[in-house]
């Protein structure tokens, strides 16, 4: 069976996927959206050339129109433009060059390369610019002057009239051989120079010119349409751009699908840890019921056992009674003090800790400790060594006294006879004080040193084990941290620090 999070995972990795898809068909079609418009703009510009071209005479000379169209070729994104005639042939260009037999070759429309793109407009000159049935619609352009030909200041244009050539025909210009005889007459009103020469107007169309000679011009030197290359340097720009723009949406859309979906796995494991929580709580409460189920039994049994251990006293003392049975009598009284202490440390261990703090005198509370121990002292001639000082503590003084009483009593069990142990109160700064018991017993292994405690746990044949966890307890219920440490060169130290300092 499918879970449910395999299916939070699969609608957030599909939701990815449909985003990331459409950043691809979308960059797709700003793509497309920059090569049109690069196109709409290469037709407008023949556009515009097609309505100057129609603004202009018949004929054109080349370098007039490869002037006018040098001033378009002066953009970056403009990489050459050219007059075709119907031949595919090259009559007029500016910038780059090109291919002659490029214009023929290539078909009406876009031609697209990986630098640039070729427009063969599909405007015809000839059929849109000047309407239709006449026949001088087409522009002509004329071939350039050649070189040292163009007037000049030091160089006079040539003259306009000249004497016929022995074959009869006029004296042609620079441009014989490119431009047909025909163009070039006499003036109709057969004017003559100042010295009885006839004039000539160089390059002047003849209107007499036969059908044949006409169509073959246009043919050769007639403006049919454009051949037009852009660049396309602009749409390369917008696409790299919008890459990066839909790149990092998808990045966006990946994060967000992972932060979702650990948002998701954090869900369930609050939702998982909510409901151990709820049966920790449940198990809380029973093992609470139980506790002070077991505390009541423990506190009840302590009556019989003192009502045994009384009757067993009294045996002892009867005079009739024979040593044997006072023995016995003296070991049931020792038996059952031992498991009243035992009944006594459960107790203490089993009730809840409420505390009521105050301000507590350190070095009073330790002096009064020790001497109700000062029995326990004297018997195994123990050295107690105090540095009392005046320090004002927050804490539950009857806590605190606890705390004090299981610790000098667990050393005093630990050191030999005629050992020592001393009770030393550091104050680390103005807040905060420590507190340590350092005896010279034989010491904790260790790997015991955080095991000592837990409930239960002694290395002693007669502990309880409760003593120490005890002292756990008080000192978490403080918010104290208590240690167990090797002392020098034998030993034990017990560190309780963090112990807040009240200054007067």
Request: charged letters at 25%.
């Amino acid at each position: 069976m499918v879970s449910r999070s395999s299916i939070v995972y699969g609608l957030l990795l599909a939701a990815w996927v449909i985003v990331v898809g459409w950043q691809a068909v979308e960059h797709h079609r700003v793509k497309a959206a920059a090569r049109s418009a690069l196109v709409h703009r290469a037709r407008d510009i023949t556009g515009t050339l097609g309505m100057v071209m129609k603004a202009q005479r018949r004929f054109v000379r080349q370098d007039q129109m490869e002037s006018a169209l040098q001033e378009l070729v002066k953009s970056d994104e403009l990489v050459s433009i050219a007059i075709i005639s119907a031949a595919g042939n090259v009559v007029a260009l500016a910038g780059a060059p090109i291919d002659p037999a490029m214009s023929g070759a290539m078909e009406i429309g876009e031609h697209w390369e990986s630098d640039r793109m070729t427009l063969v407009n599909p405007f015809n000159l000839g059929e849109n610019v000047s309407g239709e049935g006449e026949r001088d619609q087409t522009r002509v352009i004329l071939p350039r002057r050649e070189p040292g030909t163009e007037p000049s200041p030091d160089r006079p244009p040539p003259p306009m009239w000249a004497p016929r050539r022995p074959d009869g025909e006029w004296p042609s210009s620079t441009n014989e051989g490119q431009v047909p005889p025909s163009l070039l007459r006499r003036s109709d009103d057969g004017d003559r120079s100042p010295g009885g020469r006839e004039r000539r107007w160089p390059f002047r169309p003849s209107f007499r010119m036969s059908d044949e000679e006409y169509k073959a011009l246009i043919e050769k030197q007639g403006s049919q349409g454009f051949v037009i290359v852009m660049a396309t340097q602009s749409i390369r720009a917008a696409s790299v751009q919008d890459f990066w723009v839909r790149w990092w949406i998808g990045c966006f859309s990946a994060a967000s699908a992972v932060g979702l979906a650990i948002a998701w796995r954090t869900f369930e494991r609050s939702s998982e840890l909510q409901m151990r929580l709820v049966r920790a709580s449940q198990l809380n409460s029973h093992l609470r019921e139980m506790n002070l189920a077991a505390a009541g039994l423990a506190h009840e049994t302590r009556n019989p056992l003192n009502i045994i251990r009384g009757l067993s006293q009294m045996i002892s003392r009867q005079a009739e009674a024979s040593p044997d049975i006072r023995a016995k009598s003296a070991e049931i009284a020792e038996e059952v003090d031992q498991i009243s202490s035992q009944l006594n440390e459960f107790i203490d261990y089993s009730k809840p800790r409420e505390l009521r703090r105050a301000s507590v005198d350190l070095g009073t509370v330790i002096g009064d400790v020790a001497r109700a121990l000062q029995s326990d002292l004297e018997d195994k001639e123990i050295h107690l060594k105090l540095q009392q000082e005046e320090l004002i503590i927050d804490a539950d003084q009857q806590m605190l006294r606890q705390l004090l009483f299981n610790l000098l009593i667990n050393a005093i069990q630990a050191v030999p006879c005629k050992g020592e142990i001393e009770v030393v109160p550091v104050k680390v700064d103005s807040s905060e004080v420590l507190l340590e018991f350092r005896d010279n017993g034989p010491g904790v292994a260790p790997e015991n040193r955080t095991e000592i405690f837990r409930p239960y746990f002694t290395t002693r044949k007669d502990g309880t084990g409760l003593g120490l966890a005890v002292v756990h307890q008080i000192v978490a219920a403080h918010g104290w941290e208590i240690d167990c440490l090797p002392n020098s060169p034998q030993g034990t130290i017990f560190r309780v620090s963090r112990i807040k300092r009240l200054v007067k």
